[in-house]
């Protein structure tokens, strides 16, 4: 069964850090380009961050450049998303997803990704 489980979202202060993480089962990530989206309350869906099939390379949304970074770990077929300097309007449910269709490239276009996680709360509050 093709899935991915995204976990380490929670509470954090404005300034603080975490660490997403994007497991796969069923298949193996290196070969897919894998995005991260959020959605926060009565907003679309938004393109966080991505990181390509082939040579890692990566597309941040300008809110998020300097602050986040996406890397893979191949051996535990996992994505993370280091996420530091954290603001409140970085609040959502984060996503991951992978996709079938882009070689060599990605992008943080949605519809481009076929399989979604489920989500994680990210909430940052004082």
């Known amino acids: 069964q093709v899935q991915l489980v995204e976990s380490g979202g929670g509470l954090a202060q404005p300034g603080g850090s975490l660490r997403l993480s994007c497991a796969a089962s069923?298949?193996?990530?290196?070969?897919?380009?894998i995005g991260w989206f959020r959605q926060a309350p009565g907003k679309e869906r938004e393109g966080v961050s991505c990181i390509s099939s082939s040579d890692g390379t990566t597309y941040y949304v300008d809110s998020v450049k300097g602050r986040f970074t996406i890397s893979r770990d191949n051996a535990k077929n996992t994505v993370y998303l280091q996420m530091n300097s954290l603001k409140p309007e970085d609040t959502a449910v984060y996503y991951c997803?992978?996709?079938?269709?882009?070689?060599?490239?990605?992008?943080?276009?949605?519809?481009?990704?076929?399989?979604w996680g489920q989500g994680t709360q990210v909430t940052v509050s004082s």
């Open positions: 997803a992978s996709s079938d269709v882009l070689v060599g490239f990605c992008t943080g276009v949605a519809d481009m990704y076929d399989t």
């Open positions: 069923g298949f193996t990530l290196d070969y897919h380009a």
